[in-house]
């Protein structure tokens, strides 16, 4: 099969996604610039609610209603504005060109259908012409993640495991040699070796298919393992944008130290663990002047009362927080040496 | 492989056990419950037969062994010895004699009563099926509109409707304020039975009121089932993976379609059980010589023998509907075929 | 039961807010949608028809020879029967016997199913296995045959009887859904949790697992009581049972095969109006069935 040797670059500009409610349109992701390197990894991490799996959903043009995206655009390399697109057009790109991959504990897969039957139905929604090679495709993808290939096309969704079913998942996303692959919480619900095994056989496949990555989770450690870069997300906005070991290893906006602080770890002192103050926002909690995050910051200044922190260039990364950095408590880096 | 096949074929077949063995117990409650109901019916008709064969000049004998073909059990002896008498003759399928119909075996006036009630309730079925989930589908996907609304709140005042209040406006509606179908009876007289067409169209005219009465009588559970099974198939992950997969509208519809549809197997069976019990209604109305009609008039008119026996077919009939419905189900669903519980 | 200390005056002015804030989500329900409040009004308009109506009207309603088959009217609104008895009168008088049955049928199939439903959810094992089996049976009989197969050596004379019988008959389909949401609650560690703090068996049901299936038994009661109305309607109807007194189930029958309403146009307001009240009787309780749903399944609730 014809690889391509470079790999598809990502823009978002100014994207703004917002939530029809009772109490009117309420943004979950407001005016977000994000590139995304080509050939990379890149990591997004909040808490649930922080518009994460918005963001995921827009890089395929498929928020789902009550939501809808209201401004900005997702341009990528050889495709365009996929925001734009409509009907057959978005149709024809998702799957082909945009790879999703559902959590692990969701099931995404007719539970009536064998694994074959539903990549058949794959090819054929795509005009493949070769359906056999595209089977064959299929089972070497899954026998590259450790599967036995022939089997689980056979199967039906109950007679596989949770990791097994992840693997399927990331082998539907791949098939038809997506370019761009998005995967929505790769590895929750799923045990830590299979996690494990999962994350590897992300990192894998990536490097060998020259694609560009988006990988949301909650789980600092399964981005630290996996990631190039990394971009926090708070309430709808991302805060911190950088290198992994750059942003994980000396942070600059004081939500990213809370989220880094956070993590219990398996090894050292348990007690070293903090929860971030307060409860993360909701649509309807969110201040509507200022800071967003200014509520629960620890070191937060008058100015963030009333100037929105415009995303910044610093320290290698981007960073929208009105605090001079850098700052006076860095977190140990050892953990992610 | 083979073994897999082996292990759903045993899983199916002890599922189908299961079902028999409890189609049976309910068959032989029923026929105790009739049992028991005409030993226990006042003035104790088997004896009063026997007595009045003694009157009319027959040997004790002759009149034990006319009541015994009558009522399928002998007038004196212990209740054991009756009760056996009685699960005999059933066994042999022996049902006893009709009395309104002097001699006639109630098993022939079951079985000529049997098809006009069994046709009508499986055409009903059918078209309730496929309206209700045909409109299940429309009011689960618009069900923030106003035709949704309306939809499904036509389903649930069908379904909470009782079936006879459906026929009798039916009736008034159709036979008396526009008299354009015929307000009853199974045929018109003056056709020859046969297969020439006055006769043929003259059924149908007259099945026209009874099928129709069927199907909205249970078109309202399809169409709600249908709705909320749409609604929860529509949150199901795999319906989104699907589209973000770039699956063509009319495969996701069939992904849809199929899970939704699914479970109303389960339903089906019940349904036709309703559809039995409802045909009692809907024979008395039209005046339609169905099993429901023949149980009614046989307590009017006081014949036990075919009391019991209708009763008894009608369980059969429900019995052997909720067996092959899950049969159906099993063939459908390969969670269940697999033999898992999912 | 052991006094347990915990639910003080906090607990309770707590437990208040509580039932004040549920009032208010039933009114915002309620007023979401016009057609519930008719949906209740209708509901009120039946039981104040039922306990009331019948003192409206002389124990013996009056007949007027020279108006059978009377059309409506100002003074007959559904016209007059084949005595020339107002067939409203007959309708509001009806109601009594019908609403009667229809509790009593509801309370006992709910506390009947309700029992069932816990004990073999609660207690699993054989006993489990057993009822269940029992319900299976109870679901799977052919109620109306045996009901009409039961009035010839029976002859349900008063409502209550008739309730009985019904509500024995009824009681499957809550003893089922009653022991799936216990072992659900159960799975979710509920009784286990309420064990650990030493609760008596008395409380953790009473206290713990009704409260939160009370909304879902009482739709079914709801439910029960239009299914018992249809039930003995119908047999009042196919004329097997005799007529003890004036109730709708009656009317239908005279007037279908004694008034021959289906085939003269003059007697069909004898047959449309016990109908209508049982559309309308469906309707209501069907209306706040679907409030109920939302207010107690937000899950349901339709953006």
């Given at each position: ?164 079913r992840q693997r399927v998942g990331i082998m539907f996303a791949l098939v038809l040699d997506a370019r761009v692959v998005v995967l929505d919480e790769p590895t929750t619900a799923l045990d830590m070796i299979t996690q494990a095994t999962i994350l590897r056989i992300i990192r894998e496949v990536h490097d060998e298919r020259a694609l560009t990555t988006l990988v949301i989770t909650h789980d600092v450690g399964a981005v630290a393992e996996v990631a190039d870069d990394l971009a926090v997300m708070y309430g709808g906005r991302v805060v911190e944008h950088g290198p992994v070991a750059e942003v994980l290893g000396a942070p600059e906006h004081p939500y990213t130290r809370g989220l880094i602080r956070a993590i219990p770890r398996l ?71 | ?342 | ?303």
């Amino acid at each position: 099969m014809e690889r391509h040797l470079t790999a598809p670059g990502v823009r978002i500009r100014g994207l703004t996604v917002v939530y029809n409610t009772p109490s009117g349109e309420l943004p979950a992701v407001s005016g977000v610039d994000l590139t995304l390197a080509p050939g990379t990894i890149t990591g997004v991490v909040g808490e649930s609610g922080s518009g994460k799996s918005t963001l995921a959903l827009s890089m395929l043009n498929a928020v789902q209603p009550p939501g809808r995206i209201s401004a900005g655009s997702v341009e990528i390399d050889g495709l365009g504005d996929v925001v734009r697109l409509r009907g057959e057009e978005l149709r024809r790109t998702r799957g082909r060109k945009v790879g999703y991959v559902f959590q692990a504990a969701q099931n995404s897969l007719n539970p009536l259908k064998t694994i074959g039957a539903q990549l058949l139905d794959l090819g054929r929604s795509h005009d493949v012409g070769d359906l056999r090679a595209l089977v064959r495709d299929a089972r070497e993808l899954l026998g590259r993640m450790g599967m036995d290939g022939a089997r689980v096309l056979d199967s039906r969704q109950h007679e596989l495991s949770g990791g097994m079913r992840q693997r399927v998942g990331i082998m539907f996303a791949l098939v038809l040699d997506a370019r761009v692959v998005v995967l929505d919480e790769p590895t929750t619900a799923l045990d830590m070796i299979t996690q494990a095994t999962i994350l590897r056989i992300i990192r894998e496949v990536h490097d060998e298919r020259a694609l560009t990555t988006l990988v949301i989770t909650h789980d600092v450690g399964a981005v630290a393992e996996v990631a190039d870069d990394l971009a926090v997300m708070y309430g709808g906005r991302v805060v911190e944008h950088g290198p992994v070991a750059e942003v994980l290893g000396a942070p600059e906006h004081p939500y990213t130290r809370g989220l880094i602080r956070a993590i219990p770890r398996l090894s050292g002192d348990l007690g070293l663990a903090r929860a971030l103050p307060g409860r993360p926002p909701t649509l309807g909690t969110l201040p509507a002047a200022g800071c967003v995050f200014r509520e629960r910051c620890e070191s937060s200044l008058d100015l963030c009362r009333t100037a929105e922190p415009v995303p910044a260039a610093r320290a290698g990364r981007t960073v929208a927080c009105h605090l001079p950095g850098p700052h006076a408590v860095p977190v140990k880096r050892k953990e992610y040496a | 492989m083979t073994r897999a096949t082996a292990n759903r074929a045993g899983a199916l077949a002890r599922r189908v056990a299961g079902h028999v063995a409890r189609g049976l117990v309910m068959i032989w409650l029923v026929a105790t419950i009739s049992f028991v109901i005409i030993r226990e019916i006042p003035g104790d008709p088997v004896l009063a037969m026997y007595e009045s064969m003694l009157q009319k000049g027959m040997s004790p004998d002759q009149a034990e062994r006319a009541t015994a073909v009558l009522y399928g059990f002998l007038p004196k002896g212990s209740l054991w010895e009756q009760y056996t008498g009685y699960m005999g003759s059933l066994l042999h399928f022996d049902l006893g004699r009709s009395l309104s119909t002097p001699g006639v075996e109630v098993t022939s006036l079951i079985g000529s009563a049997a098809s006009w009630t069994v046709l009508p309730v499986l055409a009903g079925t059918l078209l309730s099926f496929l309206l209700g989930v045909t409109m299940g589908v429309y009011a689960a996907v618009r069900r923030s509109g106003r035709l949704g609304d309306l939809l499904a709140l036509s389903g649930s005042l069908l379904h909470g409707v009782p079936v006879y209040v459906i026929g009798l406006l039916l009736t008034a509606i159709f036979a008396t304020l526009w008299p354009i179908l015929p307000s009853g009876g199974p045929v018109d007289v003056e056709f020859t039975p046969g297969l020439n067409a006055g006769y043929l169209g003259s059924l149908v005219r007259h099945a026209v009121l009874p099928v129709v009465t069927y199907t909205l009588a249970s078109y309202g559970g399809w169409i709600l089932a249908m709705k909320s099974n749409v609604v929860t198939v529509l949150g199901d992950d795999f319906i989104l993976a699907a589209e973000l997969r770039g699956l063509r509208r009319g495969i996701v519809f069939r992904y849809l379609a199929r899970n939704a549809i699914l479970p109303l197997f389960t339903i089906l069976a019940l349904s036709i059980g309703m559809l039995f019990g409802g045909s009692i209604f809907i024979e008395e109305i039209f005046n339609y010589p169905g099993l429901g009609l023949l149980l009614v008039n046989s307590i009017s008119s006081r014949d036990y023998a075919l009391m019991g026996g209708t009763f008894l077919v009608i369980t059969i009939g429900i019995v052997v509907a909720n067996i092959v419905a899950d049969l159906l189900y099993s063939v459908i669903d390969p969670r269940v075929r697999s033999g898992g519980t999912a | 039961m052991t006094v347990t200390a915990l639910p003080g005056a906090a607990g309770r002015s707590r437990r208040a807010t509580l039932r004040r804030n549920f009032w208010r989500g039933v009114w915002r329900v309620l007023r979401r949608k016009p057609s519930r409040m008719a949906g209740v009004a209708i509901c009120a308009l039946f039981a104040v028809m039922g306990v009331a109506g019948p003192l409206l009207y002389p124990a013996h309603l009056p007949r007027d020879d020279d108006a059978l088959y009377a059309p409506p009217s100002l003074s007959h609104p559904f016209g007059t029967d084949f005595e020339g008895t107002d067939v409203l009168a007959l309708v509001v008088t009806g109601s009594r016997y019908v609403l009667l049955t229809g509790l009593a049928t509801a309370v006992i199939t709910v506390a009947l199913g309700t029992a069932v439903g816990l004990f073999a959810g609660f207690r699993r094992g054989w006993q489990d296995t057993l009822l269940m089996r029992l319900t299976d049976l109870n679901l799977a009989i052919p109620g109306l045959p045996l009901l009409l197969v039961l009035s010839t050596v029976w002859k349900f004379e008063s409502p209550l009887e008739m309730g009985l019988v019904l509500g024995l008959l009824g009681w499957g389909g809550i003893a089922r859904a009653v022991r799936s949401q216990t072992l659900s609650l159960r799975e979710r560690g509920f009784i286990e949790a309420a064990r650990g703090l030493g609760l008596p068996t008395t409380h953790i049901i009473g206290r713990e697992l009704l409260p939160s299936m009370a909304p879902y038994i009482a739709m079914n009661m709801l439910i029960a009581v239009t299914g018992a109305v249809y039930a003995q309607v119908g047999l009042f109807f196919l004329g097997v049972l005799p007529f003890e007194a004036n109730n709708w189930g009656v009317m239908l029958n005279l007037a279908v095969f004694s008034g021959g309403a289906l085939t003269t146009p003059a007697a069909l307001p004898y047959l449309l109006a016990p109908l209508l009240a049982i559309l309308l009787l469906t309707l209501g309780i069907v209306l706040v069935v679907d409030a109920m749903d939302e207010i107690f399944n937000p899950r349901l609730r339709e953006e």
